[in-house]
């Protein structure tokens, strides 16, 4: 296991469309034991293979922190295939490092996905656990949260972060 180096905004690698999964073999389960170490070591709640620059769509999640019930959690190829409310609050990711901005998510969510065995599991989470798994999903898509603000707020932030990452 190694701790990866997490990539940044606005690195483009973050903005790749990372690819299912077919087949979980060696590969599969170095790049989540790589995953898990590295957001521990952050520390973070979770993060999502493109990150660390690999673009296979793996996520994994620990808000046993704040959610003392939720163990950890790896989910290879998730798919949110339900979805209920709307609920805005306060988030930041590990590749947008000292920046927070509340966010609109769905309230609940339930994610279909495989696990590290090749189980198919269904993760249904309300709170944390939901807002933090919308957020991982889009990091597959190329999305970060920054991208979920108005316009306005979202000009505002590349300014400030842009110089704040020159200086
Ligand atoms: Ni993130």
Redesign the pocket.
């Known amino acids: 296991m190694s701790v990866c180096k997490i990539y940044t905004y606005p690195d483009e690698i973050l903005r790749g469309n990372a690819a299912n999964i077919e087949e979980i073999n060696g590969d599969t389960q170095v790049l989540i034991d790589n995953m898990v170490e590295t957001m521990y070591a952050a520390p973070g709640i979770?993060l999502?293979a493109p990150?660390i620059g690999d673009h296979r769509r793996v996520i994994v999640l620990d808000v046993s922190n704040i959610e003392e019930h939720r163990p950890l959690i790896t989910i290879i190829n998730p798919v949110i295939v339900e979805a209920q409310g709307t609920v805005e609050s306060e988030e930041g990711?590990?590749?947008v490092p000292g920046y927070i901005s509340s966010i609109r998510r769905h309230e609940k969510v339930l994610v279909k996905g495989v696990d590290r065995d090749g189980k198919e599991i269904f993760v249904e989470a309300d709170g944390l656990l939901s807002r933090a798994l919308q957020?991982?999903i889009d990091?597959l898509d190329g999305v970060l949260?920054v991208d979920k603000m108005s316009k306005i707020k979202r000009e505002f932030f590349k300014k400030r972060y842009l110089r704040s990452i020159k200086a």
């Open positions: 979770g999502a990150q990711c590990l590749s957020h991982e990091h949260f």
